[in-house]
């Protein structure tokens, strides 16, 4: 898996039985024993997520993770504070500094590993928007982010109107820079369709009935206007399970189900606040991005990544791999006979069958991996926190699912294409992109050699 955890307890029996808890759930550990040792390890080591003490002999709690926010190397990092005294007051106190989650001792494992899963899955996706949006402002074409905050509408969608009512009278003094809006199940997004969509809705994780609020954040999370929109779920405290599976489903952050108390209010305040904040943070990149991408770097045929991108990337990913240790493949993907089909067809139908080539590999692969149109048919793939096994299974399920599937032409013909791949794995060497590259292509040209449709490996990989 991606990143490690750093474990940061000045008790060596606490820091074990968390690495035995960890391992078994398949996750690399650091561990640390002080505040100064964790700060010099984040800093270095950089792991996908720290897990610390707040009882420690050098610093308290929220000293460190002030200090962890305040450098650059680590202000990223998802940080879980683990306490022996959970009052309202001290989870303020340490959501205030930055943790991104309070944890009472002895934990719930189940909700424990939950908010791991959440918390690296967001740290993931969020180093991959910040990884292209380097990329694209050493390009020279990425806008400078705006100062302005627009009002943020925020959907609550409570067990009954009188429970949101309470909800709202709760939140409203503490949000006042933002739209409070009381809606339902069946009109999440309220019922004026002249209105933009709401930028963060609160759940009751139970509604009309049990487990509504899940299945609802299920079908906001599947529409394109809401899919990127901030889901909170309100529960009961001791509601262990829903609480993990809402995690597990695509929750950004819980809430306690009961926000009346001043402490209770503040807590919930500021972990919405904390989401608006990411939130806007990843539509000022999306939208600035995303717009130049598609226009100086995107391919207008199949909407891919087109070369001038891909080497930048490329580039951006070998530094990441040097830095973590996690390596990444690189297949280059040629269609086997091309010209025939547009021989045969014509252009117009060769042109659907890159496009769709396209359409598969985007739907296959995932939102983090790097795929590009490089040539007239051929494409690259880079695969990245990615093993050679998995290297290799991912360029076999890709070659046998384009070999099976049916193209259907503009005038209604189907036909079939197959592919030949070129494999080379990288990241633990110190070679450049380029490099790996070449290593690809020439295990291609072996691929094409041998009798097409199929998958070979890089020389010095497989001698690796």
């Not at 806008?143 to 905050?149: I, K, Q, T």
């Not at 999440?188 to 509604?207: E, S």
């Amino acid at each position: 898996m991606p990143g490690s955890i750093l474990i940061v307890d000045d008790v060596a029996t606490n820091r074990i039985v968390l690495k035995a808890k960890l391992t078994g759930a398949r996750y690399n550990t650091l561990q640390a024993a002080s505040a100064a040792e964790a700060l010099a390890l984040a800093a270095a080591q950089r792991p996908g997520l720290i897990l610390l003490d707040v009882a420690l002999p050098d610093m308290t709690g929220e000293g460190l993770i002030a200090r962890l926010r305040a450098n650059p190397r680590t202000r990223r990092i998802p940080i879980i504070a683990m306490t022996g005294r959970d009052t309202p007051e001290l989870r303020v106190t340490l959501l205030q500094a930055g943790a991104n989650e309070v944890l009472a001792k002895p934990f719930d494992e189940l909700v424990l590993l939950a908010r791991l899963r959440s918390l690296i899955r967001a740290h993931v996706g969020d180093e991959d928007s910040a990884l292209r949006e380097q990329t694209c402002r050493e390009l020279g074409f990425a806008e400078a982010a705006s100062d302005f905050v627009p009002l943020a509408r925020i959907a609550l969608i409570a067990p009954s109107p009188s429970e949101g009512l309470r909800w709202k009278s709760a939140l409203a003094p503490l949000l006042t820079t933002n739209r409070i809006l009381l809606t339902s199940y069946d009109e999440p997004c309220g019922d004026d369709p002249t209105r933009r969509t709401p930028d963060l809705f609160v759940i009751g994780a139970d509604l009309a009935q049990r487990g509504d609020g899940l299945r609802l954040m299920s079908e906001l999370r599947s529409h394109p206007e809401t899919r990127h929109a901030a889901i909170l779920i309100a529960s009961q405290p001791d509601a262990r399970e829903t609480q993990a599976s809402a995690l597990d489903l695509g929750a950004d952050d819980l809430l306690p189900a009961e926000m009346s108390t001043p402490l209770a209010a503040k807590e919930a305040a500021l972990r919405i606040g904390a989401q608006l904040r990411r939130k806007r943070l990843s539509d000022q990149l999306r939208l600035s991005v995303d717009e130049g991408l598609r226009l100086a770097l995107v391919d207008p045929l199949t909407g891919l990544h087109n070369r001038r991108y891909v080497n930048a990337h490329l580039s951006r990913m070998s530094e990441r791999a040097r830095r973590t240790g996690h390596g990444y493949a690189v297949m280059l993907l040629d269609l086997d006979r091309f010209k025939s089909v547009n021989d045969t067809y014509g252009h117009g139908a060769g042109d659907e069958v890159l496009a769709s080539i396209a359409r598969h590999l985007r739907q296959s692969l995932r939102d983090v991996d790097l795929i590009g149109r490089i040539g007239g048919e051929e494409f690259l793939v880079a695969l990245p926190d990615s093993s050679l096994v998995e290297g290799c299974r991912i360029s076999e399920r890709l070659r046998h699912e384009i070999a099976q599937s049916k193209i259907t032409l503009p005038d209604g013909q189907m036909t079939q294409v197959t592919i030949s791949i070129g494999l080379a794995f990288g990241g633990t060497r110190h070679d450049d992109p380029q490099h790996l590259i070449d290593e690809a292509d020439a295990a291609l040209l072996c691929a094409k050699g041998s009798g097409r449709n199929q998958v070979s490996l890089a020389q010095h990989t497989n001698a690796a």
